[in-house]
């Protein structure tokens, strides 16, 4: 993606945002489905960094925090207008100081936007790769922060194969107001060069999780 293409899509994200996220969490509960799942399976370590892309609301970001108190957390969002809220999110969880949060692309993720030296253990993709237009480069940034024995994590809709095909027309359709397409060519992928087993399908392939390691990662994502 070049500059001006980031630079477009990071005000295409304000602009869907700027008065949703004030909803966000109250409205995506009922159909965002697998994240909580995501958290219990992370399996972190004391001391391990793990960083959200598109962190949103920070909802993700908090609820590790609880889950795995000695684990050094991050998030990065390409929206400005829901950092704000993600902020204000840690700061009434008490967690300001545990959550370091950066204005930036996917396919930007480095440690260094951080201020850190070493790499990632855990990066995260929360119902986000489907919004993150060069999905392919944004996983492989991912790839390139992990250490050697980290994973990359990734919970978001499916091919919606399982669903009765006018529903997921709908769907498709309802969710392209908002900027979001399943992408179908990324679990063609995953399934093609890790296997079907690699993928945890969810409410008839309306949802799937993901944990890779960098090699596997960009295999998947490609060298283009």
């Known amino acids: 993606m070049t500059r001006e293409a980031g630079g ?5 994200m304000d602009k869907v945002y700027r008065h949703q996220r004030h909803i966000y969490d109250f409205t995506r509960k009922y159909y965002l489905i697998g994240r909580d ?29 609880h889950a795995y108190p000695d684990t050094r957390l991050f998030g990065l969002d390409a929206s400005e207008a829901m950092l704000r809220t993600a902020r204000e999110t840690s700061r009434r969880a008490g967690l300001e100081n545990r959550i370091a949060l950066a204005h930036g692309l996917a396919e930007d993720l480095t440690p260094a936007l951080f201020g850190l030296a070493g790499p990632f253990d855990h990066v995260i993709f929360s ?8 999905w392919r480069a944004a996983l492989r940034a991912a790839a390139s922060s992990l250490g050697p024995q980290g994973s990359v994590h990734v919970v978001d809709f499916g091919d919606l194969k399982g669903l ?33 087993d690699a993928l945890v399908h969810l409410g008839g392939r309306y949802a799937f999780l993901l944990r890779a390691d960098a090699r596997q990662i960009q295999r998947v994502a490609g060298t283009c």
């Open 164 to 196: 009765w095909p006018p529903a997921e027309w709908a769907l498709r359709a309802w969710l392209g107001l908002f900027h979001v397409a399943p992408r179908d060519e990324l679990i063609a992928e995953i399934e093609r060069m890790l296997g079907p």
């Open 127 to 134: 119902y986000s790769l489907s919004m993150i237009p060069d």
């Open 37 to 65: 799942r995501l958290v219990r399976e992370l399996d972190a370590k004391p001391g391990q960094r793990v960083v959200e892309i598109g962190c949103g609301t920070a909802r993700n970001l908090v609820k590790i925090a």
């Open 8 to 12: 477009d899509h990071a005000a295409l």
